[in-house]
DNA sequence: CTGAATCCGATGCGATACTG
DNA sequence: CAGTATCGCATCGGATTCAG
């Protein structure tokens, strides 16, 4: 079938529009993990979901599943694609920019809860580095 | 409800990942518009869908609905607040990722098509004018 | 330990028709 | 012309269960 986007930001948005892709992303940016590590990682996903949104991620050339042959139970890898690396700043953008929008609503009085910062995503690429 | 975001891209992306928002957004920069006027910029939308996003962003602080009293028909305009512009940088990151990744998709065979370039976003304050 | 299968509720988006 | 109300559908994310 045959896709129509409006503009990039869909297009950008149909890769890491997921839930926990963004979550997955910046752990796999670190180095590679394995499922349970992930799981691990991330609390509250669950083994479906984590399972759907990781093969989404292989189907746009995001991250890379390597399957380790000689180990005794067979091993499963998660690691970041050269491609996946590129979205590093993106992903910084947005995040810094969601940081700041969250403390502009807790002045105003919400109550609203940030678990981690940018600096996961720094991990990527170069990391440019900001503050 | 307390809201509970894993990182800044959640809460990005609970202002701007509406269907329709970041084209409604880049139309808004260039100049304030109204409803109708939407309507004949962005093809396909609804007029439910519309408003429904339109009150999304007023809610968001996004954009401003101005009631002009003193017309005839009472007409109603929608611009982008100073927040809203804020946005710019971020939309126009996540563009420019977007096309690449069209470019790169239709080379390996696929036929998608990408309606509008990231210069509508280059319109968003200073419009840090990137090639 | 990895991950596939099934069922299910919430929600986003859309078509249509109606009010001021 | 601006906005609302109702209905419907498709998709996403989640709980649970089963298999290699």
Not at 3 to 13: F, I, R, S
Request: glycine share 10%; aromatic share 4%; proline share 3%.
């Amino acid at each position: 079938m045959k896709k129509v986007y409006q503009n990039g930001v869909e297009a950008t948005l149909d890769v890491i529009g997921g839930k926990w892709k963004p979550m997955i992303i910046c752990h796999l940016a670190v180095q590679p993990l394995r499922t349970g590590d992930l799981r691990r990682a991330i609390p509250g996903i669950t083994q479906k979901v984590l399972t759907d949104q990781l093969r989404d991620l292989i189907n746009d050339g995001i991250i890379n599943r390597i399957v380790l042959v000689n180990t005794a139970p067979c091993k499963v890898e998660y690691q970041l694609t050269s491609y996946g690396t590129s979205l590093g700043d993106v992903l910084m953008q947005m995040s810094i920019w969601g940081e700041q929008r969250v403390a502009n609503l807790n002045q105003d009085g919400q109550d609203i809860q940030l678990l981690n910062g940018h600096e996961g995503f720094s991990k990527i690429q170069g990391g440019s580095s900001v503050s």
